[in-house]
């Protein structure tokens, strides 16, 4: 979404009813009184006010852009990707856990027992390297799975093997850095 909250809702026709608006604007409205108004009870009813048209046109474009590149292509990329790193990452760092099943897909979950996942984030931060910490929205996971937090590493159509190498380099050095972990 763009700072203008502009964004795509798909809907069964059926569901329509069901589902009432988060903003309210003009355009919206079938009709108005005093004390009470009714929306119009098709799609019209989740456009208020007027439309983001350099977000539509940005999202139609982008939509063309990732159908030239094809989608089988860059799910096919993210897999490789996928593979390559929690291989890597199991033959290069001691003490790991991944948490990763046969399917996933551009996103690799792992701790390293005895280094907080905070600790080895603020040291890749210096390095520009991007990873996340914490919970990813998913507390109640990381209760069944009995760890405080992950590291996720994602990947995206652009991402090089070099760029893994490089990322996994540094979190060698950090594990060394912490008593030899790794």
Not at 133 to 158: K, N, Q, W
């Amino acid at each position: 979404m763009d700072h203008k909250e502009f964004g795509v809702l798909y809907l069964n026709k059926n569901m329509i009813g069901n589902v009432k608006p988060r903003n309210y604007g003009g355009d919206m409205i079938d009709y108005v009184l005093e004390n009470t108004f009714e929306l119009k009870e098709n799609y019209e009813k989740f456009e208020g006010g007027t439309l983001d048209a350099a977000g539509i046109y940005a999202l139609g474009k982008a939509i063309e852009y990732i159908e030239n590149v094809g989608v089988e292509n860059i799910e096919k990329h993210l897999k490789e990707l996928t593979e390559y790193t929690i291989e890597k990452l199991k033959k290069e760092v001691k003490n790991i856990k991944i948490y990763a099943t046969k399917n996933t897909c551009g996103i690799v979950t792992f701790t390293i027992d005895n280094i907080h996942s905070h600790d080895i984030i603020s040291i890749l931060n210096l390095e520009n390297i991007s990873v996340r910490a914490g919970h990813h929205c998913a507390m109640p996971l990381h209760r069944y799975i009995d760890e405080v937090s992950t590291l996720r590493l994602s990947f995206g159509m652009y991402t090089k093997k070099e760029e893994i190498d490089y990322t996994i380099s540094k979190i060698v050095g950090i594990g060394e850095m912490f008593n030899g972990n790794i």
